[in-house]
């Protein structure tokens, strides 16, 4: 297997430990386990340290094309960006995407690896329940969550119940946006918890990611801000 190819895998694995043990564990997105476990959510890897506009777009409509996918995610793990300039180039992608279709199918969010806990309000603590290994590109088809707003069958099909109170989150659809119910939802759980518990499961799947790529090659950028792994000349 070339260093690529098991990058990518890699990449595949440290990302699905976050979707697991924080995204689902914690129940930060209702719908996030139902998708995987129904065979619709897609992980695509881009392994170039600077992806060009065109590579994403083009990764980013291979998306849209097929709806059988509703929930899609880029993963960058050679990509050494901080997290502002990433914001700015989500923003710029999410743009190019409604243009090209003439109308958004996706609403494309940013994750980063980067972000403190900000419990000031929900929108604020955003970022932190939103670390990802690598950045990263969540792509959601907005058919799907235009369905579980509306409560509709189809769109209680995507959405778990079991993940959150699905009679709470769908009171009075009309008079807040679906997200930012999730994420009073999340800060709950935040406060709940703890930041300094979840801060903990997040660092040790990034503390995995930053061993697991430099054993694949010494050349693979460190995640911003990580410690520097030891040589391959040191004793352990």
């Not at 129940?27 to 506009?53: K, M, N, Q």
């Not at 690598?134 to 792509?139: A, F």
């Not at 999730?182 to 300094?196: F, Q, S, Y």
Request: hydrophobic share 35%; glycine share 6%; aromatic share 6%.
């Amino acid at each position: 297997m070339s260093t690529d190819d098991a990058l990518r895998a890699e990449a595949v694995r440290v990302y699905r430990r976050y979707a697991v043990e924080l995204v689902e564990g914690l129940g930060f997105c209702p719908y996030a386990e139902r998708s995987r476990l129904d065979g619709h959510t897609r992980e695509i890897v881009l392994s170039a340290p600077i992806p060009s506009d065109d590579e994403v777009g083009s990764a980013i409509e291979s998306v849209a094309d097929d709806p059988s996918i509703e929930i899609g995610l880029i993963l960058f793990p050679r990509l050494a960006i901080g997290r502002t300039k990433h914001d700015r180039w989500v923003e710029h992608l999410r743009k190019a995407h409604a243009s090209f279709r003439k109308g958004a199918v996706l609403a494309v969010e940013g994750f980063h690896p980067d972000a403190d806990a900000d419990t000031s309000s929900p929108d604020r603590l955003t970022p932190f329940v939103r670390r990802t290994p690598d950045p990263t590109l969540q792509l959601t088809r907005l058919s799907v969550l235009e369905r579980v707003r509306r409560g509709t069958p189809q769109g209680t099909a995507f959405f778990d119940p079991s993940a959150m109170d699905l009679a709470r989150l769908l009171e009075t659809p009309e008079a807040r946006p679906l997200h930012e119910r999730i994420a009073e939802r999340n800060l709950e759980t935040v406060k709940r918890l703890g930041p300094a518990e979840v801060a903990r499961i997040v660092e040790d799947i990034l503390r995995d990611r930053d061993a697991s790529y430099a054993a694949l090659d010494q050349d693979i950028p460190r995640r911003l801000g990580a410690p520097c792994p030891p040589s391959r000349s040191t004793p352990p």
